[in-house]
């Protein structure tokens, strides 16, 4: 058990480009989660997987986010066109089944800082 | 809509005090599930507990322990002689169960917890 990684860790870029981060979770672990964190608020809930298929997605996704889980194993989210608001942490977790079912709960990755200069 | 209120932005406390997070939570829901974490400056969350909306019984683990109390909707948060490795922020977070729906976290804004040697 490795835990959750998130790659890069720091991300800096210009306002217009687009970025993707990508997110590792534990092994055999079938849910994944996307969290946005910003400068002294909580994490917002993005969206989630389950294996492959993406369940939900909250209204806070813009249409310049999208996020993949190809295989139902590693995660990226892409940022297009980022703009200065976007800038945040974005951390990622994963939970082998939903947190409300035998007493599973989320584990976190370290995040990906982004800022957008 | 579910809202979590954390009130204590910052607390700081001489180590071996006991200390009290408070966290008040909002939902219409009667079936829900409230958690607190952990959030060392490396940034990962750490799961502390869990509790669901039909266990309104205490629970202490070590120095940490929780008060639940539906009446108030509050799920409160105390460390007992508290130790410089608590520093943290401490987040409460709330999430309803919808029948197969997302198991997204609702989190508060966290406090800033500051152990003095």
């Known amino acids: ?117 | 809509a579910q809202k979590v209120t954390q009130a204590q932005t910052e607390i700081s406390v001489v180590e071996k005090e006991d200390v009290t997070l408070d966290c008040v939570y909002e939902t219409r829901d009667t079936t829900y599930y409230l958690f607190w974490y952990k959030q060392p400056p490396s940034g990962e969350l750490v799961f502390l507990i869990r509790r669901n909306s039909f266990d309104e019984q205490n629970e202490i683990s070590g120095r940490y322990s929780w008060n639940f109390q539906k009446s108030t909707s509050s799920f409160n948060f105390t460390i007992t002689a508290s130790q410089v490795v608590d520093s943290a922020v401490y987040f409460c977070a709330l999430s309803i169960w919808s029948g197969g729906g997302a198991d997204g976290l609702t989190f508060g804004k966290g406090t800033h917890l500051i152990i003095q040697p």
Request: aromatic share 10%; glycine share 8%; net charge positive.
């Open chain 1, 1 to 117: 058990d490795t835990g959750v990684s998130q790659n890069p860790r720091h991300k800096i870029t210009k306002r217009g480009q687009n970025v993707t981060f990508r997110c590792d979770p534990i092994s055999e672990h079938n849910r994944l989660y996307w969290y946005r964190q910003t400068l002294g608020q909580g994490p917002e809930f993005l969206t989630y997987f389950q294996n492959e298929a993406q369940l939900e997605k909250s209204r806070l996704l813009s249409d310049r986010f999208s996020a993949e889980r190809p295989k139902g194993s590693f995660s990226t989210l892409e940022i297009q066109r980022t703009e200065q608001g976007d800038s945040a942490m974005y951390l990622c977790a994963s939970s082998l089944e939903g947190v409300h079912l035998r007493r599973e709960k989320l584990f976190f990755g370290s995040g990906t800082q982004l800022s957008v200069l």
